[in-house]
């Protein structure tokens, strides 16, 4: 706190421009800078007054890094674009026979997810149907029971037969007959 204070009165009281940045041992953080300037602009008078860069190293090593990053980008970017049979002329056959390796490797993992997923898809199909034809014989269970019953008023009706009780039954919609379909032609897919 003390030299906090010191470097806000040199600033007040010498007219300077100060910069000071801390570090605790505890790794806590203290920063002041005159009300005049920038830390940057600190450390650009000091570069200059010095002689020395401390920025050069720096650059140098993001220069490095971008490079190595372009080259890496570069070289992707060339598998790529052999993996879809184009920029093949310059590769040996060695070359070629590790990129056709490679290739038969990939369309294994693939086909290999495909027919995960087609055979997660049938058993998910399979259950479906299996539910539906469940369902489809509970009811028949219950229209035989009904039936039995006189629920459905299929007794002797001067004449009307089981399709003309559905109809009826479905509010006098169209008969099975004007689709073109029979009452026996009706199944689960």
Known sequence: ?????????????????????????????????????????????????????LWNSHYEKMQSHLNKLKEENNNLRREIRQRIGEDLDDLEIEELRGLEQNLESSIKVVRERKYHVISTQTETYKKKLRNLHEAHAKLIRELEGQSENGGYGLVDNGGLDYESALVLANGGAHSLHDTGFGIHDLRLA
């Open 1 to 53: 706190g003390g030299i906090m204070k010191k470097a806000k009165e040199l600033t007040v009281l010498c007219d300077a421009e100060v910069s000071l940045i801390m570090f605790s041992s505890t790794g806590k953080f203290s920063e002041y800078c005159s009300p005049s300037t920038t830390t940057k602009k600190i450390f650009d008078r000091y570069q200059q007054a010095s002689g020395c860069s």
